[in-house]
């Protein structure tokens, strides 16, 4: 393998960066690594017990995440943590000041919700047990302390929800290492209106030739609402062979087809483990989109984007500014 990755996408979460991922993956002069998220870099979520996506890896086992690259080939992989890690940009800085960062942001309440969702989906050593958002909101500073925990948790920075919409902090993290040239911001909503604009913009910035052939574009890694955690638990661990269903798995894995083994697991996903993605109430919404206000403010003057217009911020009064230099 190269030195280090050509390329990062180092985050938001839920807001298409698994799409992305999965587009750039279908152009022939880019390699990207499996599995998508290696974390490699962010070394202050890595501690304690190995646990899913947060397994630790030696260099040489983090190279072998680019098996089959080719030499003329971009390295990329998308650890959407990278955003979020205070370790993450220095870390990537020290293997490959050259690296390219790609990071897009989406819309602060809209994403916490969607995000919640997502962590309630998450095998507990990694997720949220507590359905309640407005709770889960409020039990932030108790967890930082160690407390109101998910019995089984692993990696309680996914769950300090108040961290994630800290925009401008984190922006700032990569440009101050690898200066503005370096560092590509996007917008979801821009990325959900036009996947094809912003992914040929996206090749621009890699200095890559657009495709001939078309590529397909999808919907990856949607939100929705637990209907049965022992029954998302099941779907989980036999379709990856998890723990005792590791026997049954590799049964049904020589009999069955790949492809009628993902419709069977989707139909118990979709009918069984999942309910329809819920809608947030609109007085919390409110009372959300004032509490972020500073940090939208911030993030707009860190990336030079109106998104306190953009996002609908404009009419919402705050009695808590925060400034730019505050985040130095």
């Given at each position: 393998?190269?030195?280090?990755?050509?390329?990062?996408?180092?985050?938001?979460?839920?807001?298409?960066?698994?799409?992305?991922?999965?587009?750039?993956?279908?152009?022939?002069?880019?390699?990207?690594?499996?599995?998508?998220?290696?974390?490699f870099f962010a070394k202050d979520f890595l501690h304690g017990e190995s646990v899913g996506a947060f397994t630790?890896?030696?260099?040489?086992?983090?190279?072998?995440?680019?098996?089959?690259?080719?030499?003329?080939?971009?390295?990329?992989?998308?650890?959407?943590?990278?955003?979020?890690?205070?370790?993450?940009?220095?870390?990537?800085?020290?293997?490959?000041?050259?690296?390219?960062?790609?990071?897009?942001?989406?819309?602060?309440?809209?994403?916490?919700?969607?995000?919640?969702?997502?962590?309630?989906?998450?095998?507990?050593?990694?997720?949220?047990?507590?359905?309640?958002?407005?709770?889960?909101?409020?039990?932030?500073?108790?967890?930082?302390?160690?407390?109101?925990?998910?019995?089984?948790?692993?990696?309680?920075?996914?769950?300090?929800?108040?961290?994630?919409?800290?925009?401008?902090?984190?922006?700032?993290?990569?440009?101050?290492?690898?200066?503005?040239?370096?560092?590509?911001?996007?917008?979801?909503?821009?990325?959900?209106?036009?996947?094809?604009?912003?992914?040929?913009?996206?090749?621009?910035?890699?200095?890559?030739?657009?495709?001939?052939?078309?590529?397909?574009?999808?919907?990856?890694?949607?939100?929705?609402?637990?209907?049965?955690?022992?029954?998302?638990?099941?779907?989980?661990?036999?379709?990856?062979?998890?723990?005792?269903?590791?026997?049954?798995?590799?049964?049904?894995?020589?009999?069955?087809?790949?492809?009628?083994?993902?419709?069977?697991?989707?139909?118990?996903?979709?009918?069984?483990?999942?309910?329809?993605?819920?809608?947030?109430?609109?007085?919390?919404?409110?009372?959300?989109?004032?509490?972020?206000?500073?940090?939208?403010?911030?993030?707009?003057?860190?990336?030079?984007?109106?998104?306190?217009?953009?996002?609908?911020?404009?009419?919402?009064?705050?009695?808590?500014?925060?400034?730019?230099?505050?985040?130095?």
């Amino acid at each position: 393998m190269k030195a280090c990755p050509d390329f990062f996408i180092a985050g938001n979460s839920k807001s298409g960066t698994t799409a992305l991922y999965h587009f750039l993956a279908q152009h022939q002069s880019i390699c990207m690594s499996n599995p998508k998220e290696p974390n490699f870099f962010a070394k202050d979520f890595l501690h304690g017990e190995s646990v899913g996506a947060f397994t630790r890896r030696s260099w040489e086992e983090y190279s072998c995440c680019f098996a089959g690259a080719r030499p003329e080939q971009l390295l990329g992989e998308g650890s959407a943590c990278y955003l979020y890690s205070h370790a993450a940009a220095a870390s990537i800085f020290k293997a490959n000041p050259d690296a390219k960062i790609i990071v897009i942001f989406r819309e602060p309440v809209d994403f916490l919700f969607s995000y919640h969702l997502q962590m309630l989906q998450n095998p507990v050593s990694e997720g949220e047990t507590e359905k309640n958002f407005a709770t889960a909101l409020s039990l932030e500073a108790s967890r930082k302390q160690g407390d109101g925990l998910p019995a089984g948790c692993l990696v309680p920075q996914l769950l300090y929800y108040g961290e994630r919409v800290k925009y401008a902090e984190q922006l700032l993290r990569f440009k101050e290492r690898f200066g503005s040239d370096q560092v590509r911001v996007y917008i979801y909503e821009d990325f959900k209106a036009d996947n094809e604009a912003v992914y040929g913009d996206v090749l621009d910035f890699l200095g890559l030739e657009h495709p001939r052939t078309p590529i397909t574009f999808e919907t990856h890694n949607k939100s929705r609402k637990v209907r049965s955690k022992t029954a998302q638990n099941f779907a989980f661990n036999l379709s990856h062979g998890r723990g005792w269903y590791a026997p049954l798995h590799r049964a049904i894995k020589a009999v069955v087809p790949r492809s009628a083994r993902r419709v069977l697991t989707r139909s118990v996903y979709q009918t069984v483990a999942f309910k329809p993605k819920p809608q947030i109430d609109e007085a919390l919404k409110a009372k959300l989109k004032q509490r972020f206000l500073p940090h939208v403010k911030a993030f707009s003057e860190v990336s030079g984007l109106d998104m306190v217009k953009r996002w609908g911020y404009a009419e919402i009064k705050t009695t808590q500014p925060l400034r730019v230099s505050e985040l130095m």
